[in-house]
């Protein structure tokens, strides 16, 4: 056996639960449709497995895939689990295992959550239009209050004499992040450089000391939960927003859980809900749980 049938049979085992079951799901509602023009990938005691049963799991099944698998490896991969979780569904039909109540219970869970999935992705795409999320993007850029960002070096010591000393050594003429790089207790500060920062960034007493400086100056030794700072600030400029091609998948993602969160909030306001585990009058003011998301 291949180390990638190996691996394909341990993934089939771990993975045969509700993923597993989902993607069956949804190769039986598609299959009917789409079998004239699919392509055979493989047959399993005559069973048959086609590109658009692969192009589901593969869908489903997302991370659980190993990142490393990539083109005709990947699919490679996904095959194998459809073949070996053919082999066991074939096993689990001939136990009349589709006859029990168990089955029947998870059957309709998963097909409620495919709906619900289905319905959610319409509304996705329908929502994430070029439009909606320049839209999104302009009200988030013009609500954006001024902000300052600052550029600073700093030596963290861990008793105030030690700051002292790192201070002493600076102010007598010595390169701020020679001193940095021999005495400071950050290590991911090379030579002491913090980069750019804005103010709620850093700790309090840190932020507050930065905001209060000017460039070039070297402030005297600053405590906070992680020690003494003597920091340098370096320069200052204001915070520019970022361009649009630069976060247009957040803005994106924003876009989508807007339109789902209001819709499922409207289904909630005309629905009549009643819950066992709480006082019927705090239903109509409950927070609504989230919307599972597939993983």
């Not at 969160?261 to 066992?276: P, T």
């Amino acid at each position: 056996m291949s180390h990638a049938r190996k691996n394909a049979r341990s993934f089939a085992r771990a993975a045969l639960g509700a993923t597993a079951l989902a993607a069956l799901l949804a190769m039986s509602a598609a299959g009917a449709a789409a079998a004239a023009a699919a392509k055979t990938l493989a047959k399993v005691n005559g069973v048959e497995i086609t590109d658009d049963d692969l192009k589901l799991a593969m869908d489903d099944l997302g991370s659980a895939v190993p990142r490393q698998l990539e083109g005709k490896a990947r699919e490679t991969y996904v095959l194998d689990f459809l073949i070996d979780e053919q082999l066991v569904v074939q096993k689990a039909q001939a136990d009349k295992l589709a006859e029990t109540p168990e089955f029947a219970k998870k059957l309709a869970y998963l097909r409620d959550k495919a709906l619900m999935e289905t319905l959610l992705g319409d509304v996705a795409q329908k929502a994430a239009t070029e439009a909606a999320i320049k839209q999104a993007y302009d009200e988030a850029a013009k609500n954006q209050k001024p902000e300052t960002e600052y550029r600073a070096h700093h030596i963290l010591a861990p008793t105030e004499d030690e700051a002292k000393a790192a201070l002493k050594r600076v102010k007598g003429g010595e390169d701020f992040g020679k001193v940095a790089t021999e005495l400071s207790k950050d290590p991911g500060a090379k030579g002491g450089d913090l980069g750019w920062f804005t103010k709620d960034r850093m700790v309090p007493e840190f932020g507050e000391a930065a905001a209060k400086m000017q460039p070039g100056q070297i402030s005297d030794p600053v405590k906070t939960q992680f020690g003494w700072h003597i920091i340098k600030l370096d320069e200052t400029r204001p915070k520019v927003f970022p361009p649009l091609d630069q976060v247009k998948d957040q803005v994106a993602r924003y876009v989508v859980q807007k339109a789902q969160s209001e819709l499922v909030m409207k289904l909630r306001d005309g629905a009549k809900i009643e819950r066992s585990d709480q006082p019927a009058e705090a239903s109509p003011g409950a927070k609504p749980a989230e919307t599972p998301k597939k993983k």
